[in-house]
Structure formats: C-alpha cells, structure tokens
C-alpha cells in the first residue's frame, strides 16, 4: 500500500482547501482511511477518519471539515472550510490495513490570521 497525499498550501483564516490522498491497493474500497495532522512542537493527532462504519472528526474540525472518499478512483478527500490559524500544521492520511500502518509523505498546511 502506498499513500500519497497533496492540496497543501497557504490559505487565509476563513478559506478552504482540499487534501487529497492518493492510494494504491486493490483492496482500498475496504481500507480504513484516516487523516492526521502535526503542528510545530505538537503530537501528531487524529483529524477525521472514514471507515465501513461511518465517519469521525475530532471536536475541533466539526462542522468545518468534511472527510470522503472516491473507491474507483482510490482516493481520499478532506475538505477544510473556515480553516483557522489553529489548523496550521503537516497532514498525513494514514490507513492500517493487513496488520501494518501506512502513512502518506504529509502536505503541509499554512492558515494566515
């Protein structure tokens, strides 16, 4: 499995911008995808997740991003409206799949106040 995600870049405090996640894998329509982020000094935390359940978002992003995805295209999509300068940091789409954790390269993600 390989994940490559894009769509980073500088947007102002209120803007939108779309991440989206490349993935191989002929099994992706059954893989649990996940979007984390890392801002300067911090942990790495768990943004939205999408899985054969439903969909998940950390308090902090809800009703403001909105996770998808495309299965024939093996794609994941993470929608970030009214962004904020607390959003600023490197994302990452990440999936664990067969007993292994995959991580994408990160896009990197500037919000300007």
């Known amino acids: 499995v390989q994940l490559q995600a894009s769509g980073g870049g500088l947007v102002q405090a209120g803007g939108s911008l779309r991440l989206s996640c490349s993935a191989t894998?002929?099994?992706?329509?059954?893989?649990?995808m996940r979007w984390y982020r890392q801002a300067p000094g911090k942990e790495r935390e768990l943004v939205a997740a999408i899985t054969t359940e439903g969909k998940e978002y950390v308090d902090s992003v809800k009703g403001r991003f909105t996770i998808s995805r495309d299965n024939a295209e093996k794609k994941v999509y993470l929608q970030m409206d009214n962004v904020k300068p607390e959003d600023t940091g490197t994302y990452y789409c990440?999936?664990?799949?067969?007993?292994?954790?995959?991580w994408g390269q990160g896009t990197q993600v500037t919000v300007s106040s």
């Open positions: 894998g002929s099994s992706f329509r059954f893989f649990p």
């Open positions: 990440s999936t664990h799949w067969s007993r292994r954790t995959y």
